[in-house]
């Protein structure tokens, strides 16, 4: 299948909306610097008149491309022939009914579902992301690739790069990154560069080594790989039997998931695949805030892409005033100067969406809850469930609304934040192991 018809790249700034070829290697948009978009051409491409004819494909799921649980909805990332099409197996993530956690939360046991984005080959949802993104990169004959990571875009990418023999090179900050994370860049073979600053720093170099050594950026800046991502949203409709949930929860950090996931409902409404839109909750920790800043205390929306910059400016211009750094236990949402900001405020837009912070604490009690039912998630996860909390409680979430909160990392991704809140914290939620002599019955009368 040739896709040169079916794909472009356009700038997001209605003022703009420069469009490039899709062969183009580009992660700004060389007339205004505004973030990208990859668009279709559907009049060019064979879309499946109803969403549960992608279900057919689970009968063909030998094809590795069928299997995939990106590549299934491939007529909705059409910007690739299949021969540079990478996969290894992404995307067999479920969406878990989470009906103890319901109960706990004071909601109907049948409303909450996790999509347990854990389960991918890297342990994180970033392999939807960075399937799309190799394709890509194979298609323009890509040999080396970059990225700046809190850790789970470092993993992912080593192991897509390595699976399309490009070579992969990871930005780090000092301080906190996951163990599990990067011993899997590591591990993989990724070349691990540690820059003496924090993710913000390092996503800044990252993009002007990129830029002089034509190294192919796979950060969410990257539009191709944000497609990949838009199937998350296509797997929790389809565990929903086809059927769109009232709410959709995401933790937010660099904001690519979000803007993505808006992207895909504003797609599937044009194409009449779905009749209405989800409501969109992106949770950010409170130490690393910045969009809930913006959007709720500084009033900054989309406004049909008139974005206001000089809202945003002065904003930033005051985090380098005061040296601030981003700081919170869920180190992969440790971010603060978010790169795809004015996207998200986009799928706020389409998705009448609400933002708002939830504390390291929060969080952990949060994360420990989703660990009793048996899933477990790493920290920046488990802000959802933090997050859901909270608009219960304003009401702002109904007990009986649908609701799928996205579960972006594994549990083991970051052992010792688990290990520290059970064994040393002493929280609602901790699990501590008992301590006991080495004598059988003092062990016996433990367990009765
Ligand atoms: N959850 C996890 C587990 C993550 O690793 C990330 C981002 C996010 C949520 C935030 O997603 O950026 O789409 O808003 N991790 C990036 C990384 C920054 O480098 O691994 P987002």
Same mark, same amino acid.
């Given at each position: 299948?040739?896709?040169?018809?079916?794909?472009?790249?356009?700038?997001?700034?209605?003022?703009?909306?420069?469009?490039?070829?899709?062969?183009?290697?580009?992660?700004?948009?060389?007339?205004?610097?505004?973030?990208?978009?990859?668009?279709?051409?559907?009049?060019?491409?064979?879309?499946?008149?109803?969403?549960?004819?992608?279900?057919?494909?689970?009968?063909?799921?030998?094809?590795?491309?069928?299997?995939?649980?990106?590549?299934?909805?491939?007529?909705?990332?059409?910007?690739?022939?299949?021969?540079?099409?990478?996969?290894?197996?992404?995307?067999?993530?479920?969406?878990?009914?989470?009906?103890?956690?319901?109960?706990?939360?004071?909601?109907?046991?049948?409303?909450?579902?996790?999509?347990?984005?854990?389960?991918?080959?890297?342990?994180?949802?970033?392999?939807?992301?960075?399937?799309?993104?190799?394709?890509?990169?194979?298609?323009?004959?890509?040999?080396?690739?970059?990225?700046?990571?809190?850790?789970?875009?470092?993993?992912?990418?080593?192991?897509?790069?390595?699976?399309?023999?490009?070579?992969?090179?990871?930005?780090?900050?000092?301080?906190?990154?996951?163990?599990?994370?990067?011993?899997?860049?590591?591990?993989?073979?990724?070349?691990?560069?540690?820059?003496?600053?924090?993710?913000?720093?390092?996503?800044?170099?990252?993009?002007?080594?990129?830029?002089?050594?034509?190294?192919?950026?796979?950060?969410?800046?990257?539009?191709?790989?944000?497609?990949?991502?838009?199937?998350?949203?296509?797997?929790?409709?389809?565990?929903?039997?086809?059927?769109?949930?009232?709410?959709?929860?995401?933790?937010?950090?660099?904001?690519?998931? %979000?803007?993505?996931?808006?992207?895909?409902?504003?797609? &599937?409404? =044009?194409? @009449?695949? #779905? !009749?209405?839109?989800? +409501?969109? *909750?992106?949770?950010?920790?409170?130490?690393?805030?910045?969009?809930?800043?913006?959007?709720?205390?500084?009033?900054?929306?989309?406004?049909?892409?008139?974005?206001?910059?000089?809202?945003?400016?002065?904003?930033?211009?005051?985090?380098?005033?005061?040296?601030?750094?981003?700081?919170?236990?869920?180190?992969?949402?440790?971010?603060?100067?978010?790169?795809?900001?004015?996207?998200?405020?986009?799928?706020?837009?389409?998705?009448?969406?609400?933002?708002?912070?939830?504390?390291?604490?929060?969080?952990?009690?949060?994360?420990?809850?989703?660990?009793?039912?048996?899933?477990?998630?790493?920290?920046? %996860?488990?802000?959802?469930?933090?997050?859901?909390?909270? &608009?219960? =409680?304003? @009401?702002? #979430? !109904?007990?009986?609304? +649908?609701? *799928?909160?996205?579960?972006?990392?594994?549990?083991?991704?970051?052992?010792?934040?688990?290990?520290?809140?059970?064994?040393?914290?002493?929280?609602?939620?901790?699990?501590?192991?008992?301590?006991?002599?080495?004598?059988?019955?003092?062990?016996?009368?433990?367990?009765?």
């Amino acid at each position: 299948m040739d896709t040169k018809d079916q794909a472009f790249q356009q700038c997001i700034n209605p003022q703009c909306r420069s469009e490039f070829d899709s062969r183009q290697v580009l992660f700004k948009c060389p007339q205004c610097g505004d973030l990208l978009d990859v668009r279709y051409n559907w009049e060019a491409i064979e879309v499946p008149k109803k969403l549960s004819d992608f279900a057919n494909r689970w009968t063909t799921r030998s094809n590795r491309l069928d299997f995939s649980g990106v590549w299934r909805f491939r007529e909705l990332i059409s910007f690739c022939a299949d021969e540079h099409k990478v996969s290894v197996g992404e995307g067999q993530t479920l969406l878990q009914p989470a009906c103890g956690l319901a109960q706990d939360l004071g909601m109907n046991p049948r409303s909450l579902f996790l999509q347990y984005e854990g389960m991918n080959p890297s342990g994180s949802f970033k392999d939807n992301g960075m399937t799309a993104a190799f394709s890509h990169a194979s298609m323009v004959g890509a040999s080396a690739s970059a990225c700046a990571s809190t850790g789970n875009t470092s993993a992912s990418m080593a192991l897509y790069a390595h699976s399309s023999n490009i070579k992969a090179t990871v930005f780090i900050g000092e301080g906190k990154i996951a163990y599990g994370k990067l011993s899997q860049a590591m591990d993989y073979g990724g070349h691990t560069i540690q820059v003496a600053g924090d993710f913000d720093d390092c996503m800044r170099q990252v993009q002007d080594v990129c830029t002089e050594l034509k190294i192919y950026l796979v950060n969410s800046l990257n539009p191709f790989r944000l497609e990949g991502q838009k199937t998350i949203m296509l797997r929790i409709i389809e565990g929903l039997g086809w059927e769109v949930p009232d709410w959709i929860i995401v933790p937010g950090g660099n904001l690519g998931n %979000s803007s993505s996931f808006g992207k895909a409902f504003a797609e &599937l409404k =044009a194409l @009449g695949l #779905i !009749d209405r839109v989800p +409501r969109l *909750a992106v949770i950010n920790a409170t130490g690393a805030n910045t969009l809930t800043e913006l959007v709720n205390d500084k009033g900054l929306r989309w406004n049909n892409g008139d974005v206001d910059q000089q809202v945003i400016d002065a904003y930033y211009a005051n985090l380098d005033a005061t040296h601030y750094r981003a700081d919170t236990i869920a180190s992969a949402i440790e971010i603060s100067r978010p790169v795809n900001l004015k996207k998200c405020l986009r799928a706020l837009d389409v998705c009448d969406g609400v933002v708002l912070d939830v504390t390291d604490e929060e969080i952990l009690d949060a994360k420990a809850q989703i660990g009793a039912y048996g899933l477990g998630c790493e920290p920046a %996860s488990a802000a959802t469930i933090a997050g859901l909390k909270h &608009l219960l =409680a304003e @009401g702002t #979430i !109904d007990k009986d609304a +649908r609701t *799928a909160c996205v579960l972006t990392g594994h549990l083991l991704k970051d052992p010792d934040a688990t290990v520290n809140y059970h064994s040393k914290m002493g929280r609602e939620f901790s699990n501590p192991p008992v301590q006991v002599e080495n004598d059988l019955q003092k062990i016996i009368a433990l367990m009765k």
